[in-house]
Every structure is written in C-alpha cells, then in structure tokens.
C-alpha cells in the first residue's frame, strides 16, 4: 500500500466500476464517495475498491482531503488521483509511476493534447495555461487536469480543500508558492459525452481571480512593488 489510487466520485455509477476494475491492475484503489445517491460507493466497493464515505456532497477538494488524510494515516508515500467519469484512463498509470521512480517532481500532472478536444474546450485550456504561467512566471503547460501523482511532501504541503472549478489551479499555484518541484507528462485526451460542470461565466472570473491572486504572490515574494 506504498501507492495508491484514489478516486473522488460523484454520481457516477455508469463509470465507476470500470474505472476501479481498470485501476486495479496497476494500485489499490480508494474511492471516496462524495454524497453519491445512485449507489456509486456500493458499484465501488463490488468492484474492489476501498470506499471512504461523505454523507452529503462536499465537493472535489473536501473527497481529496479526505483521501489524502486516509493516505497518510496508512503510511503511503504517494498517491495518483484520477476522476471517476472516465476522462482518465488507468492504463497511464504506469507513465506515472515511471516519472515519480525516476524522481521527476513531487506533483505530477497529466497533460493533455489540445488540439484532440472540442474547440471551445481546446481554447479555454490553451488560454488558462497562458494566464496562469504569467501569473506564476512558468510554463504551465496543463492546470486543469486532475490526474496526478503527488508524493509526501506534496501530501502534507498542500491545501486540498479549494472549493470549486479553480481547485486544480489553486493546487499549481501552493505548489510554487511552496517551492514544490513539477513535472508533466503526457496522457490521452479523453472525451466520451461526459457532463460538464463548467460554468462559464461564473468559473471564469474565479479562475482570473486566482490567476491575479498568484501574480500578487509572486511579486511580493520577490520583492516587488
């Protein structure tokens, strides 16, 4: 149990168990069930995984927290997140733990192919990465992808419970701030008539938030006016 997987779910009992069974092949899985009410953490459980319970939707951020913390009560030295939707395909995992044994980061995150997604999803990533890198004064070459590998460290530095779309931003942004080394790699775009909870209006102006909250960060940090 030195790796593990977990899994926040929602709702998603046409993919969960799939995605569990997938998943075995390559670590232990965690489920953790965020106040499903179709019988997600039953299908999880069939399917092997351990499954820690919410009694009521907290949200992304809250499950990883709760993950996390199981994680590292049982001693883990990392963990790879990945979505219940199947938007990530366990079959990468080895990608992962193949960087994380050659000592690449303390986060590794999953970079998708643009060019492979519906314009208007491809034109709001490619955007995002440009402002959040000016904010953080780095490449960012993908920060909305939740499939990661974190370490330790990275375990008990960082703040899993952001609420919201700007979650895995907010991620990016403490690592930097905490000086945690990053890498990417690359993983299967994967768009299969998932529902999105992407809201335009209101996720975009918290995403330029967060953005300008890191830039402000940054300059103070190095001593700027």
Known sequence: MSIVALIPCYNEIAHVAGVVQRTRLHLPVVVIDDGSTDGSGA??????????????????????????????EQGCEAVVTLDADAQHDPGEIPTFLDAYRRDLADMIIGQRDFSQMPPRNSFGNRLGNRILGWALGRPIPDNQCGY???????????????????????????????????????????????????RPIGDSVRFVKTAWRARQRVRRERGCQ
């Open 148 to 198: 990661r590998l974190l370490n330790r460290r990275a375990m008990e530095t960082l703040d899993f419970n952001p609420p919201g779309f700007e979650f895995e931003v907010e991620m990016i942004v403490q690592a930097v701030m905490a000086g945690l080394r990053m890498a990417w790699v690359p993983i299967r775009t994967i768009y299969a008539g998932e529902t999105s909870h992407f």
């Open 43 to 72: 299908a999880a459980a069939e399917a092997g995984a351990t499954v820690l319970t919410h009694p009521r939707n907290r949200g992304k951020g809250a499950a990883l927290a709760t993950g996390i913390r199981w994680a590292l």
